[in-house]
């Protein structure tokens, strides 16, 4: 994990291992801080949390040159992979499972089981044992997931942002579907205490649902059975025959949805704009 070469959307790195700290007295000692590379948030709670996690992983062998005059050794850069929850109570990311990965200055690739997953999870990778450099590659999370069930996949914009608004585009691929938008908050100004410097982030927010904007809607033909219409503060809908009818947002949110054995269905919306309505396969479009 060398500085400048880390570029993985939606990742956090840190490089911040500091060697060979004198204090006021000049008595050397090592402050054991490590660099880092952690996942986003997942949420890892399928299979009861149990899950394989494969990567490969190369560090490097090197001397310690900041101190030659204690002869330091050379140092072997190994690593530690850890499963990270989210408590609640403690208001932060707490170590739930470690393993330590003995490496060598080749690729090595480490696979590991871990069992205790949340919904609030996330795979953290540490440099160890040296001021060199750890190397990742190849990082596999393998979890069973039963019929129905889905993971979330996250995409991390503007980290680092000043203003209290931000307009973001999506990429490719996600313009189409719902999502889930989600905050955090972080200190503006960087604590230092003694020698390290620390940088407070609030927890993510809860996830809000942001629903994709319908695009190529069209009106059902005239001669079509199903009907549309203002009545007061009411939609109504006929000619439904007992299909699913729903009522949306001209941005996609769903107001209401219903399914009747009558052939027609009322809505209340007390609200002006355009509304999006769905019988069965059909479509309408009208504004109140």
């Not at 919904?119 to 450099?133: L, M, Q, R």
Request: hydrophobic share 35%.
């Amino acid at each position: 994990m060398q500085a400048g070469y880390v570029a993985l959307d939606g990742w956090n790195y840190f490089y911040d291992v500091v060697k060979n700290v004198h204090d006021v007295d000049f008595v050397t000692y090592d402050i054991k801080k490590y660099a880092k590379l952690e996942t986003p948030e997942f949420d890892l709670s399928k299979d009861e949390g149990r899950m394989h996690v494969s990567v490969d992983l190369w560090g490097t062998y090197a001397e310690d040159n900041l101190d030659k005059e204690n002869n330091y050794p050379a140092y072997q850069v190994n690593a530690i992979v850890a499963l990270c929850n989210y408590d609640f109570t403690l208001g932060g990311y707490v170590e739930a499972e470690t393993k330590h990965c003995v490496l060598s200055e080749a690729w090595n690739t480490f696979t590991a089981d871990f069992t205790k997953g949340t919904e609030n999870s996330k795979i953290v990778i540490y440099a160890t044992d040296g001021p060199g450099f750890l190397f990742v590659d190849n990082l596999k999370l393998t979890q069973r997931y039963e019929k129905g069930e889905s993971l979330s996949r996250p995409v991390i914009f503007n980290p680092g942002l000043v203003q209290p608004k931000v307009d973001v585009t999506l990429p490719e691929g996600y313009q189409a579907n719902n999502y889930y938008q989600r905050a955090q908050a972080v200190s503006q100004r960087d604590v230092y205490l003694a020698t390290r410097q620390y940088t407070f982030y609030s927890r993510l927010s809860d996830p809000d649902e942001v629903y994709a904007a319908p695009t190529a809607i069209k009106d059902v033909t005239a001669d079509s059975a199903v009907k549309a219409s203002v009545e007061g503060d009411n939609i109504v809908v006929v000619g439904v025959a007992g299909e699913q009818v729903s009522l949306h947002t001209a941005s996609g949110a769903c107001v209401a949805t219903v399914k009747s054995a009558a052939n027609s269905v009322s809505f209340n919306a007390p609200a002006h704009g355009v509304y999006i309505v769905k019988v069965g396969t059909k479509t309408l479009k009208l504004t109140k």
